[in-house]
T-cell receptor, first 114, second 115 residues
């Protein structure tokens, strides 16, 4: 029973390049969340998606960041023209969606911008 | 908006001693509350959750937490620390608004266990 799968686990990008992070939710889960963890800080909510819909993107930076969860395939968090400040751990999580349901986290994708 | 406060960032205990990690929440509605643990370079693992059933919640690895509405607290405890408990612990509250539900996390608490 696979958990939330994220790849790549580690990604190095030069400033100005694009980063794409992928997330496959747990089997049976249709709700996906992305969180960012900066050094010495807790997890900050970025975006909440259901299949083909963005439900809440209140935590997403206004520029360069986008997320999708297509009908088929994994959820993608895309960061264009990366800057050093984007270096962080990005965690994907999934749930069945009902209020109070447990949200399960993936192992994270560590982005380093050089 | 819902919020969580974890005062301090580090706590150190001796092996076999009581572990107490404090969490206070702010919520305008009856909350769902969670404790997660994160080992170095890994994702978050759910320790336990409170969803308005019993106020004393038992979780994995011998941890438990008590929901106290009068104190708006959800402190995490373990009677006897083990070396393997060294990790970072996050308290979180569920924030439901406008069809969206997400977790709001505290800043975390790094637990060190000394032999």
């Amino acid at each position: 029973n696979a958990g939330v799968m994220q790849n790549p686990r580690h990604l190095v990008r030069r400033r100005g390049q694009e980063a794409r992070l992928r997330c496959s939710p747990m089997k049976g889960h249709s709700h996906v969340y992305w969180y960012r963890q900066l050094p010495e800080e807790g997890l900050k909510f970025m975006v909440y998606l259901q299949k083909e819909n963005i439900i809440d993107e209140s935590g997403m930076p206004k520029e360069r960041f986008s997320a999708e969860f297509p009908k088929e395939g994994p959820s993608i968090l895309r960061i264009q023209q990366v800057v050093r400040g984007d270096s962080a751990a990005y965690f994907c999580a999934s749930s069945q969606g009902a209020s109070g349901n447990t949200i399960y986290f993936g192992e994270g994708s560590w982005l380093t911008v050089v | 908006a819902q919020s969580v406060t974890q005062l301090g960032s580090h706590v150190s205990v001796s092996e076999g001693a009581l572990v107490l990690l404090r969490c206070n929440y702010s919520s305008s509605v009856p909350p769902y509350l969670f404790w997660y643990v994160q080992y170095p370079n890994q994702g978050l693992q759910l320790l336990l959750k409170y969803t308005s059933a019993a106020t004393l919640v038992k979780g994995i690895n011998g941890f438990e937490a008590e929901f106290k509405k009068s104190e708006t607290s959800f402190h995490l405890t373990k009677p006897s620390a083990h070396m393997s408990d060294a990790a970072e612990y996050f308290c979180a509250v569920s924030d439901v608004k406008g069809g969206s539900e997400k977790l709001v996390f505290g800043k975390g608490m790094k637990l060190t266990v000394n032999p």
